[in-house]
């Protein structure tokens, strides 16, 4: 007869605590990581929703100062267009326009008319704020001078129904997704752009474009904190520049940011 090693039960007992401890151990890892992603979703939608409501004072004395300071001219304002229609391969046709035809200027196609049109220009709704935004600035009496647009359908037809026009077109204005490039050639580019744009003393010049064109690292007064920076549309920023460099100073998020410091009902 065979011998039979019995095994020993202080074994079995001490291999059972080891299993019954990293049982526990990655129960709790989870049930912390799940803690922490919950935690992380619910701070960012209630930032995404609540973002309005919690203006701080020194941000909304900033509009106030900035709104009226560019009454005064002598700044770039960057706008982004008014709104479109959200075509998920919009980038396709962004290419097509600027860089397949050589119907307009700097190489853009005039594609109002085109069979791609509703991808690239304004909707109805983003024709109807660009003119609303005209009608304000002409309340305000905000100065405008050289207007400079992407050569975009809907950048150009901004800058013409919100500015009355535009005094030169520039692909560099495009935004960056239709291209490959090279990302410091592009800023370093895209620095020159702004630093040789004319700026009347008592004027603004304005650029119609895109987001993902102005980007932290072409102002030598900020350190972005978030990845990207962005505006909604019809929004922009207040630019100057210098010997030293270019200036981020303020950004209108949005068109109504600007405009609501001209309305006071007290």
């Not at 196609?109 to 009608?135: H, M, P, S, T, W």
Request: aromatic share 12%.
């Amino acid at each position: 007869m065979k011998n039979l090693k019995n095994k020993s039960p202080h074994k079995n007992t001490l291999n059972q605590k080891i299993i019954n401890i990293i049982v526990i151990f990655s129960f709790v890892i989870v049930t912390i990581s799940s803690i922490i992603h919950l935690y992380d979703g619910r701070n960012k939608i209630k930032f995404f929703f609540a973002k309005p409501l919690e203006l701080s004072k020194s941000k909304l004395e900033n509009d106030i100062y900035w709104a009226k300071e560019i009454l005064n001219g002598g700044y770039i304002l960057h706008f982004r267009h008014a709104e479109r229609d959200k075509w998920l391969d919009v980038q396709m046709y962004d290419a097509l326009e600027s860089d397949v035809h050589s119907n307009g200027q700097d190489n853009s196609l005039y594609v109002e008319n085109d069979f791609f049109e509703n991808a690239v220009c304004l909707n109805d709704r983003g024709k109807v704020q660009a003119k609303a935004i005209a009608e304000h600035i002409n309340f305000i009496g905000l100065p405008i001078g050289y207007v400079a647009s992407s050569v975009s359908c809907r950048a150009r037809q901004t800058a013409e129904l919100a500015f009355g026009g535009y005094d030169s077109l520039h692909r560099i204005l495009v935004h960056t997704g239709p291209y490959s490039e090279n990302n410091d050639i592009r800023t370093q580019l895209l620095i020159e752009f702004y630093k040789s744009l004319n700026i009347a003393t008592d004027k603004n010049t304005i650029v119609t474009s895109h987001n993902s064109v102005i980007k932290c690292e072409m102002f030598i007064n900020i350190n972005c904190n978030r990845e990207k920076i962005y505006l909604e549309e019809g929004g922009f920023y207040i630019l100057s520049k210098s010997e030293e460099g270019l200036k981020l100073n303020h950004e209108f998020h949005s068109f109504k940011e600007f405009s609501k410091v001209f309305y006071e009902r007290f």
